[in-house]
């Protein structure tokens, strides 16, 4: 029903105003993601813009989701994108083991297809393949993510009271988690 797929800097700057839609859409629908609403979708696509040189130096790793080709859309360059997540592994030298997982969304009419959880299944594994053993993301407490985390295997670390805004800008809790993921078998060389 769905491609899951990484995205380069170049596709990224291409998929920018999809992006930006898809941002805007999910923190329309109340999703405490860094933005207010309402959320213009032109500001959302020069967020995304802005985040093409991290991607292109590897300081972020994207992945999109859109509707398998069979579903009545084009190729990937003109179809919509109905989810997103991405890695940001740290860049310390004595942090290369682990990375910060952000901003995973989910188009609100796409929801409740497993969509969220193939899209952090394809972020694991890609941080396996790099060499990541730790994974760490922070979510609004008590939001629908939280269950995601828990049935995927993340542990809660702990919740900050008042950490971040929702959408309507009212102080909301932040609940931390994180995953340790299998190392690579010996012999295994990281792709970084």
């Known amino acids: 029903m769905y491609t899951v797929r990484p995205v380069t800097a170049e596709e990224l700057l291409g998929a920018a105003e999809r992006l930006g839609g898809l941002l805007a859409d999910t923190v329309d629908g109340g999703a405490s993601v860094g933005f207010l609403a309402p959320l213009d979708p032109g500001a959302a696509a020069d967020w ?7 991607v292109g130096a ?3 790793l994207l992945w999109v989701a859109h509707p398998e080709a069979g579903s009545g859309s084009g190729a990937d360059a003109d179809r919509r994108i109905a989810g997103t997540v991405q890695l940001r592994p740290a860049s310390t030298a004595n942090g290369r083991h682990r990375a910060e ?18 899209l952090l299944a394809a972020l694991e594994a890609a941080a396996v393949g790099r ?3 730790t994974l760490v993301l922070d979510t ?18 702990g919740s900050v009271p ?8 009212a ?5 931390v988690y994180y995953k340790a993921l299998p190392v690579p078998a ?7």
């Open 48 to 54: 995304w813009r802005a985040l093409a040189p991290d």
């Open 58 to 60: 590897g300081r972020l």
């Open 101 to 118: 997982v952000a901003k995973l969304m989910v188009h609100r009419a796409d929801r409740g297809h497993g969509l969220a959880g193939r």
């Open 131 to 133: 060499g990541i053993r």
């Open 140 to 157: 609004e407490t008590d939001s629908p993510a939280e269950r995601l985390y828990a049935a995927a295997g993340w542990t809660r670390v």
């Open 162 to 169: 008042d950490f971040a805004t929702d959408p309507a800008g």
């Open 171 to 175: 102080p909301r809790a932040t609940t």
């Open 186 to 192: 010996a012999g295994t060389a990281p792709v970084c």
